[in-house]
């Protein structure tokens, strides 16, 4: 019996070896590249997308278990990390007994893969390795894998020992006898499951589990359910609806102690609902949102929740992603985590309770400003930046389409925080004299950025500030500029004059 195997990148990354500068061995046969990696066993591979694969008339892809190169046999043990991938000539797909290894993506993209076969010998699996396969509907495991199985014709791969399911796809039908989702089990290759029934029995719930299951609309979660992974139905556009069932006392954080929203991208969904019986999380005043209940923190919302009287504190990316209009911040919030209202597209509207001792949002300015310093946190598409602000945050504005196109950022702001600006839709801003510091990426990725006036300031620049301002020709500095990192203007038209002027000042 094999002791483990996990879907993770980083563990199986240590059972191949590294080949940063590949310098193996290898050749090219029968429509397949393979790489002598001992003298009995060799790695396959794609060879190009402009060489034939050997399938057969009916779209079937067998990977071979050996293969005779000059008079030697070698035993094919691994198929390399991203190495089939946009192969749409294969419907089907047998993976050989010998396999032991498969890299990560190493089938992403087979968007007419349908069916596949995996062997009795396969100890290791890299992530995502069916991604973006979205016609995937049969998966079959030889009854003779000691560590992996595909229970009951579920038309998944299950980790036997743990019983846990670490992939599946439109087909699948998770056994009573699963305990685990695994992490991106059903990521990416779902893109055709309207609905899922996840059966009693199962407890925990990995990270990204459902996460890009485009046309999921319902999913019914078991009362067994204990914990639920960040990120778990990441961009599941069409969910309509959630039941955070009576069990869930765990909603946990990724390994660098960061929430990410469980609904980010969930741009449908209007109903979010913790069963009243849950003595951890509740959703009171019909809120449409995850609130813990001993420490009053709101974990997670959605494109129509709103914050109750109450709670104390909005997690860390708690509305990252979600289609909400308006916010208003009532007088008992003590803290804001931040991204909490990250990429929050649709708002229009951002209002602080009077009263409120840490936050207002003074003359109606759309926004919320820390009381006691004058950051600007969150603003919105009808922020009007108030003039006594002292510092606009990190990602205050990020991906906020709708500002006014030609920005003038008041005086007596002293610093732009990173992201602050960037992916907006901006076309030309004035930087006040006040101005000290721009950090990085402040305003990188805004396409349709063409002028920016910084005649008036000296700040420093913080490296790839405007990196990808794809329509940035003119930016207008002072006779004495301050300093500037070489990346500031990266990717953007005005790179080979900055250049040219950085080269003068040598």
Same mark, same amino acid.
């Given at each position: 019996?094999?002791?483990?195997?996990?879907?993770?990148?980083?563990?199986?990354?240590?059972?191949?070896?590294?080949?940063?500068?590949?310098?193996?061995?290898?050749?090219v046969?029968?429509?397949?590249?393979?790489?002598?990696?001992?003298?009995?066993t060799?790695?396959?591979?794609?060879a190009?997308?402009e060489i034939?694969?050997?399938?057969?008339?009916?779209s079937?892809?067998v990977?071979?278990?050996?293969v005779?190169?000059?008079?030697?046999?070698?035993?094919v043990?691994?198929?390399e990390?991203?190495?089939?991938?946009?192969?749409?000539?294969?419907?089907c797909?047998? &993976?050989?007994?010998?396999?032991?290894?498969?890299?990560?993506?190493?089938?992403?993209?087979?968007?007419?893969?349908?069916? &596949?076969?995996i062997?009795?010998?396969?100890?290791?699996?890299?992530?995502?390795?069916?991604?973006?396969?979205s016609?995937?509907?049969?998966?079959?495991?030889?009854?003779q894998n000691?560590d992996?199985?595909?229970?009951?014709d579920?038309?998944?791969?299950?980790?036997?020992?743990?019983?846990?399911?670490?992939?599946?796809?439109?087909?699948?039908k998770?056994?009573?006898?699963?305990?685990?989702?695994?992490?991106?089990?059903?990521?990416?290759?779902?893109?055709?499951?309207?609905?899922?029934?996840?059966?009693?029995?199962?407890?925990?719930?990995?990270r990204?589990?459902?996460?890009?299951?485009?046309?999921?609309?319902?999913?019914?979660?078991?009362?067994?359910?204990?914990?639920?992974?960040?990120?778990?139905?990441?961009?599941?556009?069409?969910?309509?609806?959630? #039941?955070?069932?009576?069990?869930?006392?765990?909603?946990?954080?990724?390994?660098?102690?960061?929430?990410?929203?469980?609904?980010?991208?969930?741009?449908?969904?209007?109903?979010?609902?913790?069963d009243?019986?849950?003595? #951890?999380?509740?959703?009171?005043?019909?809120?449409n949102a995850?609130?813990d209940?001993?420490?009053?923190?709101?974990?997670?919302?959605?494109?129509?929740?709103?914050?109750?009287?109450?709670?104390?504190?909005?997690?860390e990316?708690?509305?990252?992603?979600?289609?909400?209009?308006?916010?208003?911040?009532?007088?008992?919030?003590?803290? &804001?985590?931040?991204?909490?209202?990250?990429?929050?597209r649709?708002?229009?509207?951002?209002?602080?309770?009077?009263?409120?001792?840490?936050y207002d949002?003074r003359?109606?300015?759309?926004?919320?400003?820390? #009381?006691?310093?004058?950051r600007?946190?969150?603003?919105?598409?009808? #922020?009007v930046?108030?003039?006594?602000?002292k510092?606009?945050?990190?990602?205050?504005?990020?991906?906020?389409y709708?500002?006014?196109?030609?920005?003038? &950022?008041?005086?007596?702001?002293?610093?732009?925080?990173?992201?602050?600006?960037?992916?907006t839709?901006?076309?030309?801003?004035?930087l006040?004299?006040?101005?000290?510091?721009?950090?990085?990426?402040?305003?990188?990725?805004?396409?349709?950025?063409?002028?920016?006036?910084?005649?008036?300031?000296?700040?420093?620049?913080?490296?790839?500030?405007?990196?990808?301002?794809?329509t940035?020709?003119?930016?207008?500095?002072p006779?004495?500029?301050?300093?500037?990192?070489?990346?500031?203007?990266?990717?953007?038209?005005?790179?080979?004059?900055?250049?040219?002027?950085?080269?003068?000042?040598?």
């Open positions: 019996m094999k002791t483990y195997l996990t879907s993770v990148f980083f563990l199986f990354s240590l059972c191949l070896p590294a080949h940063a500068n590949d310098d193996r061995v290898s050749f046969q029968g429509g397949f590249k393979y790489f002598v990696e001992t003298d009995s060799v790695c396959i591979s794609d190009g997308l034939p694969l050997p399938v057969s008339a009916d079937t892809l990977t071979p278990s050996s005779c190169h000059e008079g030697k046999t070698y035993q043990k691994y198929i990390p991203e190495s089939f991938g946009l192969r749409l000539e294969i419907k797909l047998i &993976i050989s007994e010998g396999v032991e290894q498969i890299g990560r993506r190493a089938f992403n993209g087979c968007l007419n893969l349908a069916d &596949i076969s062997p009795s010998t396969l100890e290791y699996w890299g992530e995502a390795l069916f991604e973006y396969c016609n995937l509907r049969r998966i079959t495991v030889s009854d000691e992996l199985d595909s229970r009951d579920c038309n998944a791969i299950i980790e036997t020992d743990k019983n846990t399911l670490i992939f599946g796809c439109t087909g699948t998770i056994p009573a006898s699963v305990t685990t989702i695994g992490q991106y089990a059903f990521r990416q290759c779902c893109q055709h499951l309207e609905q899922i029934v996840v059966p009693e029995g199962v407890k925990r719930i990995e990204w589990a459902f996460s890009h299951c485009i046309n999921l609309k319902e999913i019914s979660l078991p009362a067994s359910l204990e914990s639920m992974g960040y990120g778990m139905f990441n961009d599941c556009m069409s969910l309509e609806s959630v #039941t955070i069932p009576r069990n869930v006392s765990e909603i946990r954080v990724d390994r660098w102690g960061t929430h990410w929203n469980l609904f980010a991208g969930c741009y449908n969904l209007k109903e979010v609902k913790v009243r019986q849950n003595r #951890t999380f509740d959703s009171r005043k019909n809120c995850i609130i209940s001993k420490t009053d923190v709101l974990v997670a919302g959605c494109g129509s929740s709103f914050i109750p009287e109450g709670v104390k504190a909005i997690d990316f708690a509305f990252e992603g979600t289609s909400i209009p308006a916010i208003r911040i009532p007088k008992s919030v003590r803290k &804001i985590g931040s991204g909490a209202f990250l990429g929050c649709s708002l229009s509207a951002i209002s602080v309770a009077p009263g409120n001792p840490i949002s003359g109606d300015c759309n926004a919320i400003i820390e #009381t006691a310093s004058a600007l946190l969150h603003g919105c598409s009808r #922020t930046i108030p003039n006594d602000t510092e606009i945050a990190d990602s205050a504005f990020y991906m906020v709708y500002l006014p196109p030609h920005l003038v &950022i008041p005086e007596g702001v002293e610093v732009i925080g990173q992201e602050a600006f960037s992916a839709k901006l076309n030309s801003v004035q006040p004299f006040s101005l000290k510091q721009i950090k990085e990426r402040a305003f990188a990725d805004c396409k349709q950025l063409y002028y920016v006036d910084m005649s008036r300031c000296s700040p420093q620049v913080g490296f790839f500030a405007f990196y990808g301002c794809e940035l020709n003119y930016v207008n500095l006779s004495t500029p301050g300093e500037i990192d070489e990346t500031a203007f990266c990717k953007t038209p005005f790179e080979a004059l900055w250049k040219k002027e950085m080269k003068q000042h040598e």
